[in-house]
């Protein structure tokens, strides 16, 4: 299982409430990159998956894993290239030479482990809950869950970690993510229970009017919500991936990736 994200504490530059997750390890010390001289790194991301990755209004590739790639391009002073791809193709664009390295929000299995190299994290999703803000819980616990009905989308991993850890809760099963986030705002149930990101853009934006705020959390159990995404590369490209590690490092240590991480999830998940 993955260790949990550290949060960073707000600084005088960031809000007060948002969290920055760091995933680097602050007692690791990675050697600086040793890339041959002239190496041109090509990237490729996501085009359809906003805040992470997508088509902006120019036809340019933009999001949270765009930034974070120029970031770390920038870190190493090595030029690079990025070009969007359809989600069906994405993954083959390393085995076809199209590209040498591939940053999206791909969850990380055995067999893409057995396909890829992988990065340090540069992104987990945690999961949290919501409740109306008028009659949140004091506390989120087992104990306080008891009877509590909690919305969640069913045959989801997030339904798996409640029927697990809060066997007391009702659970109010739905089959969208939309009406189980509407069943709170209406009072239909106490909570609900999912992806930290698109729980907060629905918290800040217009279809919640605003009724509710997180409670509890975040989650971060690697069995049910994955252990986090990071940069994937051709297996045996060790001063590539060794490389891309001492950037994230830097860009964490700098304060870059917290720039970079609240331009795109300006709300927290954390």
Same mark, same amino acid.
């Given at each position: ?17 948002? %969290?920055? !997750? ?13 890339? *041959? ?6 990237? %490729? $991301?996501?085009?359809?998956?906003? !805040? ?8 340019? *590739?933009?999001?949270? @894993? ?26 083959? $664009? ?9 940053? %999206? ?11 890829? =190299? ?6 987990? $999703? ?10 949140? *819980? @004091? ?5 306080? /869950?008891?009877?509590?009905?909690? =919305? ?9 970690? /409640? ?5 007391? @809760? ?11 986030? %509407? ?19 629905? /918290?800040?934006? $217009? ?14 159990? @690697? ?8 940069? /994937? ?38």
């Amino acid at each position: 299982m993955a260790s949990p994200a550290r949060a960073a504490p707000p600084t005088s530059a960031q809000a007060p409430a948002v %969290a920055i !997750p760091r995933f680097s390890d602050p007692n690791a010390r990675i050697e600086g990159p040793d890339l *041959p001289a002239g190496r041109v790194v090509r990237w %490729a $991301t996501g085009d359809d998956y906003p !805040p992470f990755h997508y088509i902006d209004a120019d036809g340019q *590739p933009a999001g949270f @894993a765009v930034d974070l790639a120029r970031a770390v391009c920038s870190e190493l002073k090595i030029a690079c290239t990025l070009q969007a791809w359809r989600w069906d193709t994405l993954l083959d $664009t390393i085995d076809k030479r199209q590209a040498d390295v591939i940053l %999206a929000m791909v969850r990380p299995t055995p067999e893409l482990r057995s396909r890829f =190299a992988m990065s340090g994290r540069v992104h987990q $999703t945690p999961a949290r809950f919501v409740a109306r803000s008028d009659k949140a *819980p @004091a506390e989120v616990t087992p104990e306080a /869950l008891a009877g509590r009905v909690v =919305a969640v989308v069913e045959g989801s991993a997030h339904e798996a970690f /409640l029927k697990a850890f809060f066997p007391k @809760a009702k659970l109010k099963p739905f089959d969208k993510t939309d009406a189980a986030r %509407a069943a709170v705002k209406d009072g239909e149930a106490d909570l609900a229970f999912g992806d930290a990101v698109s729980l907060a853009f629905w /918290l800040n934006g $217009t279809s919640s009017a605003g009724c509710c705020r997180f409670v509890g959390g975040p989650y971060v159990d @690697a069995r049910y919500f994955g252990e986090g995404v990071g940069v /994937l590369l051709k297996p045996g490209d060790e001063k590539l991936r060794q490389a891309i590690d001492y950037a994230l490092q830097r860009l964490d240590e700098s304060g870059a990736y917290a720039e970079i991480y609240l331009k795109h999830f300006p709300i927290g998940i954390w």
